[in-house]
Structure formats: C-alpha cells, structure tokens
C-alpha cells in the first residue's frame, strides 16, 4: 500500500512541527521535495531532473538496482543479531581486508560513522592507556558527545575546548600559515603536530590518538601535503599514540586514484586504525572500524564484552558486498579518475576568467571551488558561493557549500557521474557568467551588501 503524498507546502509545515529545527533542510528558505531518485538524478514531486553533486552517500548511486536487490534478496532470507555466525559477516571482511595494508585486518561493524569514530576512539584509550587526542583544526568527526569534544567545527561554537583535546593548524596550502610556495609544506605541517605534542608532554600528559580526515572535508576539501600523514604518525607513535585514518567520506574508491584516500600519501604509509561509513552502504545504515591484532587484543583484553547489536547483521553486509561489487564491475575508480579530472579541467577554465574564483582543487570526484573577494588577500567570499549554490538551483543543479568561512562550493557526487554531467555543471556556472553574476557579486561583497541577481 502507498503512502500519502502530501503536497509540498504541507510536508514543509508537518516538518516545522514534528522534526527539531536544528535538523536543518538543504534549500532551507525554499526546500526541494525529493520523491525519488535514480543514479545521480534527483526528482521532485513535479518530475523535475535535479544533477545530484551533493549526495556522496549513494556512492555507487540512487536505487542501484544490485544494491536493492541484494537487500531485498537477504531481507526474504534472513536478518539477524550479528552475535549469531553467519557468513556474509566474515565474507564482507575479507573483502575489505583485501584493499587495506597487510596489518589492518581486525574489523569491528557499527552502524554510523560518528559510531565508527567513537569506537576509534576508546580503541586508542584502552591500546595507549592514555587520554590526550590531536586533531585538525575545523575537523568534524560525528555528532555524538565524545565527537564533539574532538570535532572543533562543533566544540567551537558550544562548550569549548576539552582539557584533553589539542588543534593542530589544518595543513591546508591555499590559505594555511605553510602555502603552495613553501619548499616543503608536508613537512612544516607534520612539524606543527610535533610542537602540539610537545606541548602535550609538559602539561605531563600523553597522547593517546591523532585524529584526522584523510581529505578534511568540513574543513573545505582538503588536500594533504603529500608526506604529512606519514611524518604525522611517525611522531606521534614516538610518542605512544596512534593514527587514525576517518575515511567516512573520502573510502571506497572516491580519489580514483586509490580505494582510500590516505593512500594518497603513499605505499609506506599505514594508519593503525581506519573508520569508514557513509559510502559503504550506499545510503544504508553500515559503517566499520579496522585495526591492527595488537590494538584489537588490547581491547580484548579488559575483559568487557563488545556487542553491536545491528552491526554487521547479515543485510548491511549482504548490502556491503553489493556495492564492492558495482564498484568493480563498473569500474567506478576509474570513472572517477576520468570524471573528476575532466570537472577539474572544466572548472580551471573558469578559475583564469574570474578572479572571484581563487582556488580549484580536488582529486577523483571529490572537489572544490573556493571563491574570494581578492585573489592576493585571499578574503572568503561567503556571499558569492551561496549565491552560487542558489542560482544552480535553479538551473537544477545541487551543490552545497563546505570549509570554516562557507565559501568553498564543493562536488562529492555518487560515483556513476558522467563527462556530460560535468559538462552540465560548467554550462549551469557559465550561465552565471552570463548574468554577471561573478562580476555582481564581486562589487556587492566588498560593499558588505547581500548579492542579488534577478533570474
């Protein structure tokens, strides 16, 4: 039996009502009503075609037709508490050991990744017995409270900085303290985490873990110095600490390049702990941490029993395996090589016309487009990216905007993302262009007034 369909304006007020104002819509001052989904296309409740650039969750795209039927196939079957044996749990795990370092092969299936990177966390704490975490400035780890405390793009703008947490500047090369023309940015970057733990050291505390995004993405699509992490962690077990890897938006072959993005840094370089998440379920609630025998053992062996009672249930990995599938066989790594370096290429255009346009990096199909006031100063535009994000909107394109001052467009599309749909997006930002948009913008914002453009 269907469901009602509600019409627009009363789905809008039915969520005033009854969902808390703090979930917040994509869209908020004129929402998009989704009522189904195919591939990278989103369409409303009129049948209008949205270019979906938003939603890296349905990795390998919107109602995969592999992905629901494995679901629907196991459902029929069986789902059970993952305390029963069953095979598609260690079928599943070994699938992912495969495209992990030799020494992380220990997994531990959750369902979020803000409940991946909690369990990384008390990981750390019972293996190194100590209590202190680094992290990166503007990073975001979960929603949960133990997150929070270590996510400052939260902790920031409520409680405020545990005594146990410590930031360490985000090693970003466009607008950081060590920029694009500093002979060696991975190492300066890698140093700043030494002079943190040194801190650490003469408060007569101990480091515990280092924490961070193999690509920051909150923190405005990030790419690491090539090195960092490698150094990073080379101080920071010095110090009896260990790596982990949050790979809960960037996992699952998004680079193109590589499954993982922290093999970016290269082949030397292993975390001792990984989570993943979003992708892994291609919209389904399955998230995971890996580890090393050693770190899993530690935790073994305080004696307390580790139960999740959905993790790892016998649909999330009959679901998981699905989407290694589709990703094999549809050779989505490569297709994000190709796409992304074609939407990179396609956006650089822009960048030489438009000096409100300072910065286009990326790699595969995760990519940004960061927008300034003045190119030598490098001032956010905050203005002129929503005003972007809401005029492609109306060319039914969705974006959104990332990064601590809001002015970074950014692209995580599903997978299956085409040449034409990257094609599509440069003629939505051309047509921008057209209206002036960016010359508008421009003067509006050094004048600090709103940036209006009639349609």
């Given at each position: 039996?269907?469901?009602e369909?509600f019409?627009?304006e009363?789905?809008?007020?039915?969520?005033?009502?009854?969902?808390?104002?703090?979930?917040?819509l994509?869209?908020s001052?004129?929402?998009?009503?989704?009522?189904?989904?195919?591939?990278?296309?989103?369409?409303?409740?009129?049948g209008?075609?949205?270019l979906?650039?938003?939603?890296?969750?349905?990795h390998?795209?919107?109602?995969?037709?592999?992905?629901?039927?494995?679901?629907?196939?196991?459902?029929?079957?069986?789902?059970?508490?993952s305390?029963?044996?069953?095979?598609?749990?260690v079928?599943?795990?070994?699938?992912?050991?495969?495209?992990?370092?030799d020494?992380?092969?220990?997994?531990?299936?959750?369902?979020?990744?803000?409940?991946a990177n909690?369990l990384?966390?008390?990981?750390?704490?019972?293996?190194?017995?100590?209590?202190d975490?680094?992290v990166?400035?503007?990073?975001?780890?979960?929603?949960?409270t133990?997150l929070?405390?270590?996510?400052?793009?939260?902790f920031?703008k409520?409680?405020?900085?545990?005594?146990w947490?410590?930031v360490?500047?985000?090693?970003?090369t466009?607008?950081?303290?060590?920029?694009?023309?500093?002979?060696?940015?991975?190492?300066?970057?890698?140093?700043?985490?030494?002079?943190?733990?040194d801190k650490?050291?003469?408060?007569?505390r101990?480091?515990?873990?280092?924490?961070?995004?193999?690509?920051?993405?909150?923190?405005?699509?990030i790419?690491?110095?090539?090195?960092?992490s490698?150094?990073?962690a080379?101080?920071?077990?010095?110090?009896?600490?260990?790596?982990?890897?949050d790979?809960?938006?960037?996992?699952f072959g998004?680079?193109g390049?590589?499954?993982?993005?922290?093999?970016?840094?290269?082949d030397d370089?292993?975390?001792?702990?990984?989570?993943?998440?979003?992708?892994?379920?291609?919209?389904h609630?399955?998230?995971?941490?890996?580890?090393?025998?050693e770190?899993?053992?530690?935790?073994?062996?305080?004696?307390?029993?580790?139960?999740?009672?959905?993790?790892?249930n016998?649909?999330?990995?009959?679901?998981g395996?699905?989407?290694?599938?589709?990703?094999e066989?549809?050779?989505?790594?490569?297709?994000?090589?190709?796409?992304?370096?074609?939407?990179?290429?396609?956006?650089?255009?822009?960048?030489?016309?438009?000096?409100?346009?300072?910065?286009?990096r990326?790699?595969?199909?995760?990519?940004g487009?960061?927008?300034?006031?003045?190119?030598e100063?490098?001032?956010p535009?905050t203005?002129?990216a929503?005003?972007?994000?809401?005029r492609?909107?109306?060319?039914?394109?969705?974006?959104?905007?990332?990064?601590?001052?809001?002015?970074?467009?950014?692209?995580k599309?599903?997978?299956?993302?085409s040449?034409?749909?990257?094609?599509?997006?440069?003629?939505?930002?051309?047509?921008?262009?057209?209206?002036n948009?960016?010359?508008?913008?421009?003067?509006?914002?050094?004048?600090?007034?709103?940036?209006?453009?009639?349609?």
């Amino acid at each position: 039996m269907a469901l009602e369909m509600f019409r627009k304006e009363e789905t809008l007020a039915m969520r005033k009502k009854l969902i808390g104002q703090s979930c917040r819509l994509f869209y908020s001052d004129d929402p998009v009503k989704i009522v189904r989904a195919r591939g990278q296309y989103l369409y409303d409740e009129n049948g209008k075609r949205y270019l979906d650039c938003i939603s890296n969750v349905q990795h390998v795209g919107h109602c995969h037709p592999s992905i629901t039927q494995a679901a629907t196939t196991q459902m029929e079957l069986l789902n059970a508490n993952s305390r029963f044996l069953h095979d598609n749990i260690v079928q599943y795990a070994d699938r992912l050991a495969a495209t992990l370092p030799d020494k992380l092969r220990v997994f531990y299936f959750v369902n979020s990744g803000s409940e991946a990177n909690d369990l990384a966390l008390r990981l750390a704490h019972q293996y190194t017995q100590h209590e202190d975490v680094i992290v990166l400035d503007h990073a975001y780890h979960g929603h949960l409270t133990s997150l929070i405390d270590i996510s400052p793009y939260k902790f920031q703008k409520l409680t405020g900085q545990k005594e146990w947490v410590h930031v360490a500047p985000i090693p970003d090369t466009y607008r950081g303290i060590f920029r694009e023309d500093h002979p060696n940015p991975a190492q300066a970057y890698a140093d700043t985490v030494k002079d943190v733990i040194d801190k650490v050291h003469q408060k007569g505390r101990k480091v515990s873990a280092f924490f961070s995004e193999s690509l920051p993405s909150v923190g405005g699509q990030i790419l690491l110095p090539k090195g960092y992490s490698t150094k990073v962690a080379e101080y920071v077990r010095s110090a009896g600490g260990v790596f982990v890897a949050d790979e809960v938006q960037t996992g699952f072959g998004r680079v193109g390049s590589h499954f993982w993005a922290f093999q970016l840094q290269g082949d030397d370089f292993s975390p001792d702990i990984v989570t993943m998440g979003k992708p892994m379920g291609n919209g389904h609630p399955l998230s995971c941490v890996a580890t090393t025998a050693e770190i899993a053992g530690a935790f073994t062996a305080n004696g307390v029993e580790y139960f999740n009672t959905f993790g790892g249930n016998p649909v999330s990995c009959a679901i998981g395996l699905a989407v290694l599938d589709v990703i094999e066989k549809e050779d989505l790594r490569g297709n994000s090589s190709r796409v992304g370096g074609h939407l990179l290429d396609r956006l650089r255009q822009l960048q030489t016309k438009h000096p409100i346009i300072g910065d286009v990096r990326g790699v595969g199909l995760f990519v940004g487009l960061e927008m300034v006031t003045d190119k030598e100063q490098r001032t956010p535009a905050t203005d002129a990216a929503a005003q972007v994000v809401r005029r492609l909107k109306e060319e039914y394109i969705c974006v959104s905007t990332d990064g601590p001052w809001e002015n970074i467009v950014k692209f995580k599309p599903p997978m299956c993302f085409s040449m034409e749909d990257a094609d599509l997006v440069f003629i939505g930002i051309r047509l921008l262009d057209r209206e002036n948009i960016y010359h508008t913008c421009h003067i509006s914002i050094l004048s600090n007034v709103f940036c209006q453009v009639s349609h």
